[in-house]
């Protein structure tokens, strides 16, 4: 593990190849939320460039020209990295390395090198490290090639095909051990969660340092980590509330989103994401500070998607009302999404109104029913309890009556299934109390 804040600064130099026609505003976002995502790494950013192609260059994703150009500012305005704000294949980096002379990083290996610097827990370190092999595989060739020729001396020199196959091998046996580690863990997590059954559960989702930590401190008035930084929290934190009914339920928060995720992080996060797909509620906070914000609530729309939450009920929060000095940015955040809530995660402004749209929205998309299942089928039983929440269960003389609270979404499958277990004293549709 390695602190960032212990290491001296490299300098970076950043760069994008965008199509031509894009919006030289949207560039100027994405690579000054490159700058922040160094500068959390423990980078310094001397400067970017950019170019327009129809497509990146296969060997080099810059022209030859442009390759030309940077290889010269670097000259001029020594660094130690350049960094391209996507994604690059093997075979550029390497050909980049040998033209620049430098280390060439991407995106995804700056998001990478962020998260193994700030996982905490077992899972987090078992989650990133996974993700990390999975980057470095196809790399390895790169990395071997880089070692030999750019360092030389006792040690460097080129370890040939068989070298390389055998870390490949190292990597595989690497990767199945975590991944075997991550089924446990997940498996654990499973139990957990069945002992949380009966109690409304809501998730914190946003785009990264959007205020979610902040705003769990606030709801749960628990001792929450926070810090005015990239991807601070990465470890799912789960807490008890009491909502306006004097109800208890269940609130957690999770790592944040970003544009252009490694696909890597999204599969080796799914057992701590688990949280955000099993929730009832899902709570999408956003910056409305940050000029972008619809661009970064459609990024965390479609990583929802991805994960396969996109139908889960939700609640836009719109955070940081207190940076707002025009109303009309109010105004208009309201018309595109109109049962949004806006809060101050910071200033604790209107988190009683956020509470009350909460247990409102829980009840509307929650619907309860009895089910009278006999002793002879307990298979049934055994199923009701992975399909739906089970609220209760009552053992009686002669059946197993068990109170369940089913999606609104799941509710025909549910009928589907299990009406026949349903009697005529089943109470009717109707919200929790």
């Known amino acids: 593990m390695h602190d960032v804040g212990l290491l001296p600064r490299e300098r970076a130099y950043i760069v ?10 949207v560039v100027k976002e994405h690579l000054d939320e490159l700058v922040l995502l160094l500068d959390t790494a423990g980078a310094n950013v001397v400067g970017r460039l950019t170019q327009e192609r129809d497509r990146p260059d296969l060997s080099t994703a810059l022209g030859k020209g442009k390759v030309q150009e940077l290889k010269e500012i670097i000259t001029e305005s020594p660094v130690e990295m350049v960094v391209f704000d996507d994604e690059l ?10 033209e620049l002379g430098v280390k060439v990083l991407d995106r995804s290996g700056v998001i990478l090198d962020i998260f193994a610097a700030h996982a ?5 370190r078992t989650q990133v490290e996974l993700a990390q092999l999975e ?16 360092f030389g001396g006792i040690g460097t ?25 991550l089924r446990e863990i997940d498996t654990q997590r499973l139990v957990q969660r069945k002992g949380r059954e009966g109690l409304p559960r809501y998730a914190l989702v946003g785009y990264t340092n959007a205020g979610k930590s902040s705003l769990m401190r606030q709801i749960t008035q628990a001792d929450v980590f926070v810090q005015d930084r990239l991807f601070a929290t990465l470890d799912t934190t789960v807490r008890s509330i009491e909502m306006p009914s004097g109800q208890r339920a269940l609130i957690s928060d999770t790592v944040g989103f970003i544009r252009k995720l490694p696909p890597q992080l999204v599969a080796s996060f799914r057992s701590t994401l688990a949280e955000t797909l099993e929730a009832d509620v899902l709570l999408h906070v956003v910056d409305l500070s940050n000029p972008h914000y619809r661009d970064h609530m459609a990024v965390v729309d479609e990583t929802l998607k991805t994960l396969g939450a996109a139908d889960t009920p939700q609640i836009v929060v719109f955070n940081k009302i207190d940076l707002i000095d025009d109303p009309h940015m109010i105004n208009d955040a309201e018309a595109d999404v109109p049962n949004c809530v806006f809060v101050s995660a910071e200033r604790g402004l209107n988190i009683s109104r956020l509470l009350q749209r909460m247990q409102e929205t829980f009840e509307e998309s929650a619907i309860m029913r009895t089910v009278h299942i006999p002793y002879e089928d ?21 059946d197993i009556r068990l109170s369940v609270r089913v999606a609104s979404d799941k509710l025909p499958l549910f009928m589907s299934r299990y009406q026949k277990f349903m009697t005529a004293d089943a109470p009717p549709t109707s919200s929790p109390s």
Do not use: C, F
């Open 378 to 398: 307990m298979k049934a039983v055994a199923r009701i309890y992975e399909d739906v929440e089970v609220l209760h269960r009552e053992d009686t003389d002669t």
């Open 120 to 124: 905490r827990s077992v899972e987090a």
């Open 16 to 25: 994008a190849v965008t199509k031509k026609g894009v919006d030289p505003d």
């Open 157 to 181: 020199k080129g370890p040939g095909e068989t070298q390389i196959e055998t870390d490949r091998r190292m990597y595989r046996t690497r990767m199945q051990r975590l991944r075997e580690k």
């Open 89 to 98: 294949s093997p075979a550029q980096v390497r050909n980049l390395e040998e």
């Open 135 to 150: 980057y470095l595989l196809p790399r390895l060739t790169r990395m071997w090639t880089h070692l030999s020729k750019q």
